[in-house]
């Protein structure tokens, strides 16, 4: 007995090398944990049991750069967090993606003062933004399924 018996007329797939590399990236993201604020909490909360990141390949949070590929900036980043913010992103290793949750994040949010960095795509390039104050963890799971578009659009030579 072969293994066409067990499997059944499955046919013949074709695909191309860049989709299955685009949908690994998308399926086996890693997040780093990056949580300044009030943000966190509902970073935290679309990693629970009633969202479950966990469908998406996010199985845990990684605490350190060099096992993770994307990076939540969760909430406000002061001036004195923005240089730890670089070394960090500069540790992870290439594809890298960046998400700026909340409006802190995104735009400096209600804190237009000078301790506060007016965006953290001002550090970091960001990929992906999204808004609220703080954004539910919908919004994330959007945001994230918004960044998988992205990726799967990218092709192989982009990454040299």
Known sequence: MGI??????????????????????????WPMLFGLACCAIEMMAAQAANYDMSRFGMELMRASPRQSDL??????????????????????????????MGDCA?????????????GVD??????????GCPPRPEALIHGIMTLHEKVKQEKLNQWK
Do not use: H
């Open 122 to 131: 001002e550090i970091v390039p960001v990929d992906v933004y999204v808004s």
């Open 71 to 100: 990076m939540i900036v969760a909430g406000r980043v002061s001036r004195k967090m923005a240089p730890v913010l670089r070394q960090l992103y500069d540790q992870m290793p290439d594809p890298k993606w960046v998400i700026a």
């Open 4 to 29: 066409e018996q067990k499997t059944g007329n499955m046919g013949v797939v074709t695909t191309t090398l860049e989709q299955v590399v685009n949908w690994s990236r998308t399926n086996s993201m």
């Open 106 to 118: 995104s735009c400096g949010g209600v804190f237009n003062n000078y301790a506060i960095v007016q």
